[in-house]
Nanobody, 126 residues
Framework: QVQLVESGGGSVQPGGSLRLSCAAS?????????MAWFRQAPGQKREGVAA????????YYADSVKGRFTISRDNAKNTLYLQMNSLKSEDTAMYYC??????????????????WGQGTQVTVSA
């Protein structure tokens, strides 16, 4: 059974940094999955932030986070990360970890992902 547990959210001032983590259950290997981060602000649609499928060397970033966010993973810990730097108020949202077996497709459409974590809140304000 695929289980994903996010952590690392919190409140930070504009320009600050946070690192989100997504721990995957031991019954899966994140190597076999496209792993992604999505976010959803109140009243907004869920949007793709970043995705990685290491087997094919594919990484996707939304234009709004390119150069500021970095997606990575630790195979030994079966954990996905999202390093977020230079945070802006518009980055405020609930952040979700997601997994899709064998390939990312576009990497940005939430409908393509069948496994989700419970989310972790990120708030950027002065």
């Amino acid at each position: 059974q695929v289980q994903l547990v996010e952590s690392g959210g919190g409140s930070v001032q504009p320009g600050g940094s946070l690192r989100l983590s997504c721990a995957a259950s031991t019954y899966m290997s994140i190597d076999d999955y496209c792993m992604a981060w999505f976010r959803q602000a109140p009243g907004q649609k869920r949007e793709g932030v970043a995705a990685v499928y290491t087997t094919r060397g594919r990484i996707y970033y939304a234009d709004s986070v390119k150069g500021r966010f970095t997606i990575s993973r630790d195979n030994a810990k079966n954990t996905l990360y999202l390093q977020m730097n230079s945070l802006k108020s518009e980055d405020t949202a609930m952040y979700y970890c997601a997994a899709r077996y064998l390939g990312c497709n576009s990497g940005s459409d939430p409908a393509d992902f069948g496994y989700w974590g419970q989310g972790t809140q990120v708030t950027v304000s002065a």
